[in-house]
Nanobody, 116 residues
């Protein structure tokens, strides 16, 4: 099964930026959609952004205009550029892959903390 490894989380002040990366262990050939989810303490996991093999992107309303999802197929990597970060963006961020033949994989998660 495809393994996903996230990186790029950390502590940032409000208004700052971070870029998360998700490296897949194999080609995107078998994946039709990749997404970034987040889960804050005491809250349900929510889909933040996703990108399909055709390049179609979706965003939750709370991050639209601030976050950008992109991919580099040559590197089997998906990115989440996060700008104008707010304390409400604090959460563990997870990378997810949905496969064309069914099934899904999750990364281990990376902590993002927005605080002064």
């Amino acid at each position: 099964q495809v393994q996903l490894v996230e990186s790029g989380g950390g502590l940032v002040q409000p208004g700052g930026s971070l870029r998360l990366s998700c490296a897949a262990s194999e080609s995107f050939f078998s994946i039709y959609r990749m997404g970034w989810y987040r889960q804050a303490p005491g809250k349900q996991r929510e889909l933040v952004a996703s990108i399909t093999t055709s390049g179609t992107t979706t965003y939750v309303d709370s991050v639209r205009g601030r976050f950008t999802i992109s991919r580099d197929s040559a590197k089997n990597t998906v990115y989440l550029q996060m700008n104008s970060l707010k304390p409400d963006d604090t959460a563990v961020y997870y990378c997810n892959a949905d496969f064309t033949v069914g099934g899904t994989s999750w990364g281990q998660g990376t902590q993002v903390t927005v605080s002064s």
